[in-house]
């Protein structure tokens, strides 16, 4: 029998950061090693053409995430990896969507709002019709099973949406779709601790899959924290968050205990939080040092992602073309 099929992106933003890796690839790596699906997960670069990215790093950054994804345990012997752009389909297929979907539909999308703000200057349609191309990753592949967080779930709303209206209008072809709603920690900055995680705030905010332990712990030592004694402070909180991730049961059950109590000392609580992300990551750095030095077999995995993909993608472009009435 058939597995359901699973699809998620993500966009080639760099290096992953613990925010992305709680938020998304440790959870990728756990459904694809349960065995219950058929998982394709792509680097979307034709998305990250809509932000402000220069051509230089987006080239060495969609090769990078790649690497990252393999070296944080998607398998490509057990999932399909692939650079969304690799198989031309997707855009061929957003264009169809497009000409299905209201504007109106669009104007709704909160991510839409959000980054026509965080970009004012830059307000292209690609943009706008963003989550159109997200729907013909998804649909492509007849995807049932989107893994996202919270922030996505219009869009994969507008999954369902836009197949129904294409079975509506051309006949039956394309399923009901589902998010995957994963409990997903919300990681805060390290020195903005009531603010989700980001890149964008700048390096001291962000702890990387790839930091190596004494960076992970000069970031930690400048977290912000609280006055000693001080409760409910949401610098403490990420901490034990993370601790509780990272770390072992036995030191989170104390930690916690201790900052209840008012007797945690912050910088025993730093120290040892560097210490188990660093072992964490460990086999993570080798992984990726190694993949680093070894393009061959990088772009083999590529390739071979891309033929995986591309050969589904095929097949369903052939049977929409005609559907259509464009064959
Ligand atoms: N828009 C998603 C994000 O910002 C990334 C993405 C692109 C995606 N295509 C997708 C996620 C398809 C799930 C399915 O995180």
Not at 70 to 80: F, R, V, W, Y
Not at 283 to 290: C, Q, S, T, V, Y
Not at 304 to 326: F, I, Q, W, Y
């Amino acid at each position: 029998m058939s597995k359901p099929i699973l699809f998620s992106g993500i966009q080639p933003t760099g290096n992953l950061h613990i925010g992305n890796y709680l938020g998304a690839v440790k959870n990728w790596v756990t459904l694809q090693n349960s065995g219950e699906y058929d998982c394709f997960f792509s680097v979307v670069d034709y998305h990250s053409l809509t932000g402000n990215m220069t051509a230089e790093e987006r080239r060495e950054q969609i090769t990078r995430t790649v690497i990252e994804l393999l070296a944080a345990g998607i398998d490509p012997e057990k999932s399909t990896l692939f650079v969304q752009s690799h198989v031309p389909e997707h855009t061929e297929l957003a264009w169809i969507f497009n000409s299905l979907t209201p504007m109106a539909e669009l104007e709704r999308m909160t991510q839409y709002k959000d980054k026509s703000t965080q970009q004012a200057k830059n307000i292209n349609a690609g943009l706008f019709t963003y989550p159109v191309l997200q729907v013909a990753d998804v649909l492509l592949y007849h995807g049932t099973h989107v893994p996202v967080g919270e922030d996505q779930v219009q869009h994969i709303e507008l999954v369902r949406d836009v197949a129904r209206w294409f079975n509506n209008r051309y006949g039956n072809y394309f399923p009901e779709t589902d998010v995957l709603l994963t409990h997903i920690p919300r990681v805060k900055s390290l020195l903005e601790p009531t603010k989700k995680m980001s890149k964008s705030k700048g390096q001291g905010h962000v702890i990387e899959l790839a930091d190596e332990p004494e960076s992970i712990a000069n970031k930690l030592k400048k977290a912000v924290t609280a006055s000693e004694g001080e409760e409910g402070s949401p610098g403490v909180e990420n901490l034990l968050l993370l601790l509780k991730e990272f770390g072992s049961a036995g030191d989170y059950t104390a930690f916690s205990a201790a900052e209840k109590e008012g007797t945690v000392r912050y910088g025993d609580l730093k120290q040892v939080l560097a210490e188990s992300i660093a072992t964490y990551f460990a086999d993570f750095r080798k992984k990726r040092a190694a993949l680093l030095q070894d393009n061959t077999t990088v772009t083999a995995i590529m390739e071979s992602g891309a033929k995986k993909a591309g050969d589904v993608a095929k097949e369903t472009m052939d049977r929409v073309r005609k559907m259509v009435g464009v064959r």
